[in-house]
């Protein structure tokens, strides 16, 4: 199987690359600057925050400092997990591809930097889980929380699987998915309907607009 396809293990972002879940994130994120009295970014503002690791996005976007940071997430992650979570959809197509990933016996893990709590959550919701070998993410304590770390912990457990790994891939939505992926020699394959913007696909092995253009570069596509 490993010289059938292009890739032998392949890695999948959450958030912007199979669902929707913005609305659900920034909603959340503006109840928990509140909460602090801090300034309320915009909604369209607010989308430059989903993705990347949140304490992160709180450090640089949102100019707390440690202390803050620790509060604001103490007060994101009860109010997320309470009505955030499921304020999402799965971008249409993309369950086809899990799918067929999946059927093709193609090794496949979630790398999110999403903590594994809730991201799964996510996934039991819409019927996806059964799709994945592994689902890692974040470490509910965020001390996993990079991206790279995040690759490292889905090859990790995919190689402890018995996964073929001389060829695995990436697939997500934002330069962090190509920057921390590639810390461990691994292509990102960028899909562009999530919440990235066009300057944040330099380094991709590819440039995807559609599901069916992902399932082309996976060799997947149908005949």
Not at 41 to 67: K, Q
Not at 151 to 156: H, I, P, Q, S, T
Not at 201 to 205: E, F, L, P, Q
């Given at each position: 199987?490993s010289?059938?396809?292009?890739y ?18 920034t909603a959340?994120?503006?109840y ?7 300034p ?28 803050e940071s ?12 309470e ?53 890692a ?10 991206k790279?770390?995040v ?6 457990r ?14 997500g ?21 999530g ?5 944040e ?5 590819a ?17």
């Open positions: 199987m010289d059938r396809y292009p032998t293990a392949v890695l999948f972002d959450l958030d912007g690359t199979i669902v929707d879940s913005a609305p659900g994130i959340t994120l503006a928990t600057m509140q909460q602090l009295r801090r309320i970014p915009t909604p369209a503002e607010l989308l430059a925050w989903v993705g990347p690791p949140i304490m992160d996005s709180f450090r640089d976007l949102g100019h707390l400092d440690l202390e620790l509060r604001a997430l103490e007060i994101y992650r009860a109010k997320y997990l009505t955030g979570v499921f304020d999402a959809q799965v971008y249409p197509g993309v369950a086809e591809v899990l799918r067929t990933i999946s059927e093709a016996r193609i090794p496949l893990s979630l790398a999110t930097s999403k903590p594994e709590t809730p991201a799964t959550l996510v996934l039991k919701h819409f019927g996806l889980e059964h799709y994945f070998d592994e689902l993410g974040a470490s509910d304590d965020e001390l996993r929380s990079a790279a770390d690759v490292a912990e889905a090859l990790r995919l190689a402890a699987d018995g996964a073929d790994l001389t060829r695995p891939v990436m697939v939505d934002r330069i962090h998915d190509i920057h921390g992926a590639g810390e461990h020699d691994v292509p990102t394959i960028y899909v562009t309907w919440y990235g913007a066009l300057s696909t330099a380094g991709a092995v440039v995807v607009d559609t599901p069916a253009q992902l399932l082309k570069v996976l060799g997947l596509a149908p005949n």
